[in-house]
């Protein structure tokens, strides 16, 4: 479990390098790696996606598998309602970025055809990245506190 979470993490450093890179390489028109901002765009976005979508995988199955030892006797029954409010707080902001980081490589498509609202496209970058930012400390907190349950599951005493 503690390596699939590292993996994580080094996956969330990675899409903050990558989007870091991306929104200077269309500010300041340079490439990265030899490839243009929109290449590299399209190389950030797959792995971006990945990333976020093996995050909520950490706690899906993190989840079940508390949700199991809590059936087999394994916690006190508090427990189930923590892992519920942490995803409820958590999905909808990992969806909220997906749809901004999303929506903003969709609309590099008007940017390159020159259509009018192209003008849309830096401020939506902003709003994308410090919600990727914000999300980042989110997810840590989010992290421990699955942890934090995890490490209270024993036999409850009888």
């Not at 990245?129 to 036999?155: A, G, M, T």
Request: glycine share 6%.
């Amino acid at each position: 479990m503690y390596i699939f979470m590292l993996s994580c993490y080094f996956l969330m450093l990675i899409n903050f390098i990558n989007l870091t890179l991306v929104g200077l390489s269309g500010y300041f028109n340079f490439t990265v790696l030899g490839a243009s901002h929109s290449k590299y765009s399209l190389f950030m976005i797959l792995i971006f996606t990945i990333t976020e979508t093996v995050v909520m995988y950490f706690f899906i199955t993190t989840g079940s598998g508390i949700k199991e030892a809590l059936e087999s006797g394994l916690g006190k029954k508090d427990l189930w309602t923590r892992e519920r409010n942490l995803k409820m707080k958590l999905f909808p902001q990992l969806m909220l970025t997906i749809l901004l980081v999303g929506g903003w490589f969709i609309h590099k498509g008007a940017v390159e055809n020159n259509l009018p609202l192209s003008w849309l496209h830096g401020p939506l970058f902003i709003l994308a990245y410090v919600h990727h930012l914000w999300l980042l400390i989110l997810k840590n907190r989010f992290f421990k506190e699955q942890i934090d349950i995890i490490s209270e599951l024993e036999p409850i005493p009888t």
